[in-house]
């Protein structure tokens, strides 16, 4: 158990909704990164926060956003969803901002299907 | 730009047979990081280990161990008498500093390991 939580686990939406998707970071972790695992484009980072504040930006859509909370915890939204938004989504932490010398601990992933 | 390869997209192997994964990265930079990471069947990533660009000692831990090699820009992974527990997709990661936090994923192997 990496500490990191997830949920839902499994999300089923149709074209055209908003979704949300929730992480939990470790116990002392201040940063959050959601990544996108689909089998085309295999793990991409999406989008980062640290402490509550922006701090980089990766393959993320105008479609989606984030936002990190007072207590760490951060939210995904998916907004006009399109069939090929279906992926596994996961959500990081790590205890420090510039994470190229720290590994990151991963939930379990919110697998989204979008029909 | 960054980049990992990971030639091998399945290996099968019996158990207790050492298989080697590979993976190949590229960068401009001298000062860099790598991973890998573990997703077995349930889904989560789990880290396994970090290894920074100046750091060329290989590492063993347990049935694990990693050679790295600046030379050839590899950093291998070895799994030696494989058990049914190993059958996961593996990923290597690469990561910089200054490079907006994004660890770069490259496709994963697919090992099966069977009785």
């Known amino acids: 158990d990496s500490g990191v939580t997830q949920t839902p686990k499994h999300l089923i939406t149709a074209t055209g909704q908003r979704v949300t998707l929730r992480c939990s970071p470790r116990?002392?972790?201040?940063?959050v990164y959601w990544y996108q695992q689909s089998l085309d484009q295999g793990l991409q980072f999406l989008i980062q926060y640290y402490n509550g504040e922006e701090r980089a930006k990766g393959n993320i859509l105008e479609r989606f956003s984030a936002q990190q909370f007072p207590d760490l915890h951060s939210e995904l939204n998916l907004s006009s969803l399109e069939l090929g938004d279906s992926a596994l989504y996961f959500c990081a932490s790590s205890p420090v901002g510039d994470r190229y010398d720290t590994e990151a601990f991963f939930g379990q992933g919110t697998r989204l299907t979008v029909v | 730009a960054q980049k990992v390869t990971q030639a091998q997209t399945e290996i099968s192997v019996v158990e207790k047979e050492d298989v080697t994964l590979d993976c190949v990265y590229e960068?401009?930079?001298?000062?860099?990081?790598l991973f890998w990471y573990k997703q077995p069947p349930s889904g989560e990533l789990v880290f396994l280990i970090r290894?920074?660009?100046?750091?060329?000692q290989n590492e063993i831990s347990g049935r694990y161990s990693w050679n790295f090699q600046k030379s050839t820009s590899s950093f291998n992974f070895t799994i030696t008498a494989s058990q049914v527990v190993d059958s996961a997709v593996y990923f290597c990661?690469?990561?910089?500093?200054?490079?907006?936090?994004?660890?770069?994923f490259g496709a994963g192997t697919r090992l099966t390991v069977k009785p």
């Open positions: 960068t401009r930079d001298t000062t860099y990081y």
């Open positions: 290894r920074n660009s100046f750091d060329e």
């Open positions: 116990s002392g972790d201040l940063s």
């Open positions: 990661a690469l990561s910089e500093p200054y490079n907006n936090n994004d660890m770069r």
